[in-house]
């Protein structure tokens, strides 16, 4: 059974077709480097370059929100825009060479604004939420490369099934609060709060597992050289939700201080 992840980008059936049929659809397409190979080297130096445009764009925002103008509005248009981006490729993964750069710096004005925000009530949370995405991933990798976790199918399939019960309860709660006077459990200081967040992060970690074991297979299969662009920007996907949720988890520990 091909389980999938949260990960819209490495769910898609890319990653499960063929090499000569990827690379006759490359071919077609007329995109560049249709005759190289996806490398996991490659993939990571993309995903490294993608963080880079990313940081920039954030940095603008954020010298910006504290020169007095409002991150509200360029933070809302940077997620809505790069979820074009993502929907888009994962359709038209060939096309990935040139969604994966626009989509990091629409992410980063993302944020950029949602930190500037954190930051302003909360000093200091910026820097220890990307402290601890960095050693999350940093583990992550260590773990998966030295196969202390393997991801089997039944890794596979409790991730997913986590993950999708997330994403739905997320958008129910959003949904009804919207229209009623609930508030979700997961908002607020509680300790039922700071326990679903906690639950989140170790979900979004665990992605960082089966986005490794599809970007590796994706090497083995000998997939086009534009997949490795396709598996940097999946990469960043989720990095880009740890770090959200770690911002959200640090700031309901500081409100009960």
Same mark, same amino acid.
Request: hydrophobic content about 50%; glycine content about 6%.
């Given at each position: ?25 490359v ?9 190289? #190979?996806?490398?996991? &080297?490659?993939?990571?130096?993309? %995903? !490294? ?5 990313? @940081?920039? *764009?954030?940095? $603008?925002?954020?010298?910006?929100a504290?020169?007095g ?19 888009f ?11 994966a ?6 992410e ?19 820097i ?7 050693v ?6 260590g773990?998966?490369?030295y ?5 089997? #199918?039944?890794?596979k &399939?409790v991730?997913?099934?986590a %993950? !999708? ?5 997320? @958008?129910? *709660?959003?949904? $009804?609060?919207m229209?009623t ?5 997961h908002?607020?200081n509680?300790?039922?709060?700071i326990?679903?967040?906690?639950f ?22 000998k997939?086009p050289?534009?997949?490795?662009w ?22 309901k ?5």
């Amino acid at each position: 059974m091909n389980y999938k992840t949260k990960n819209p980008f490495l769910t898609n059936k890319s990653f499960s077709t063929t090499t000569a049929s990827k690379k006759e659809e490359v071919h077609h397409a007329s995109v560049i480097d249709y005759d190289q #190979e996806m490398t996991l &080297s490659g993939t990571m130096n993309k %995903t !490294l370059l993608l963080f880079l445009l990313l @940081i920039a *764009s954030a940095i $603008v925002i954020w010298w910006m929100a504290f020169n007095g103008t409002n991150p509200i509005i360029p933070a809302i248009g940077g997620a809505i825009a790069g979820l074009i981006l993502v929907v888009f490729a994962a359709f038209k993964p060939q096309y990935s060479p040139y969604l994966a750069p626009g989509y990091a710096l629409f992410e980063g004005l993302f944020i950029g604004g949602v930190s500037a925000i954190f930051e302003a009530k909360y000093p200091g949370i910026v820097i220890q939420a990307v402290g601890a995405t960095f050693v999350t991933f940093a583990v992550c990798l260590g773990l998966y490369k030295y196969r202390i976790v393997k991801v089997t #199918e039944q890794f596979k &399939s409790v991730v997913v099934a986590a %993950t !999708l019960a997330i994403a739905t309860y997320y @958008i129910i *709660s959003w949904v $009804v609060s919207m229209f009623t006077s609930f508030a979700p459990v997961h908002h607020g200081n509680s300790m039922m709060s700071i326990g679903i967040s906690v639950f989140v992060i170790i979900i979004a970690a665990l992605n960082l597992f089966l986005d490794f074991d599809r970007i590796e297979k994706g090497v083995t299969q000998k997939m086009p050289k534009y997949m490795e662009w396709f598996g940097a920007m999946g990469l960043m996907i989720t990095l880009v939700w740890l770090y959200i949720e770690f911002l959200r988890l640090l700031s309901k520990l500081a409100s009960n201080d």
